[in-house]
């Protein structure tokens, strides 16, 4: 099982903590989110070599990180992060990833290890990681139609919605070949740099079954200095 945790944007909603360095290196409790995101991939037998990380936003900063605490990752670099969305940094994994089994993450969410524990025992191809019965504005919501997910979208209505995603995804080999076809449609032939991974993903849940791993562990998706002080307590 692969890995591929994107971490190029800019956190701007987190500023000043962000002014120097990448969102991903805000401490919840002096514990890095991705120090903690690794830890959790560590603890469950994914070893450093199976990690990618795209960077963006302050990079060096995050590659010296990167390099003296889990020098076996890999690291690719978004250069056009400032123009970008994360499904082009999704993009430029695909020789590593394509046609494997892959754990999909963003870098700005904080969680529990047994997340990740559920999300490879379970013998099901294809997940997304489900807060059920939640609703939150900002995050991405699922419908779903018996025990497939048939939507993921920002804009869900809260009537329709089956619960957030923690926007941590487990993709089968087979649905990794035909996500990639999805993104360089997006990207190579549309020009579409600018959409977010769960508009190709959207488009996927078509043509591959997907399923909601549901799950009432503590995790916040920190965007701002509000969600960072909930993360403290909560952790």
Do not use: H
Request: with cysteine.
């Amino acid at each position: 099982m692969k890995v591929v945790i994107l971490a190029a944007g800019f956190g701007s909603r987190l500023r000043p903590l962000t002014d120097d360095r990448p969102k991903c290196m805000v401490e919840v409790n002096n514990v890095k989110i991705i120090e903690k995101q690794i830890s959790n991939l560590l603890k469950n037998g994914i070893n450093e070599e199976k990690i990618t990380i795209v960077t963006g936003y302050k990079t060096e900063k995050l590659e010296k990180y990167l390099k003296e605490n889990y020098p076996k990752t890999n690291i690719i670099i978004n250069k056009d992060y400032e123009t970008t969305n994360n499904m082009y940094s999704l993009y430029l994994t695909k020789n590593v990833v394509e046609n494997n089994d892959f754990i999909l993450m963003n870098a700005d969410v904080f969680y529990e290890e047994n997340i990740i524990k559920e999300l490879l025992e379970s013998n099901r191809k294809n997940l997304m990681v489900c807060d059920d019965g939640r609703y939150i504005e900002e995050s991405m919501k699922i419908v779903k139609n018996e025990n497939r997910i048939i939507e993921i979208s920002k804009k869900i209505k809260e009537e329709d919605a089956y619960g957030v995603t923690i926007d941590v995804y487990k993709i089968s080999k087979e649905a990794s070949i035909k996500l990639f076809e999805i993104i360089k449609q997006f990207i190579e032939v549309d020009k579409d740099l600018n959409s977010w991974t769960e508009v190709a993903l959207n488009i996927l849940i078509k043509d591959e079954i997907f399923e909601s791993l549901d799950m009432k562990y503590k995790w916040v998706e920190i965007d701002n200095q509000e969600d960072l002080k909930m993360a403290e307590e909560l952790f």
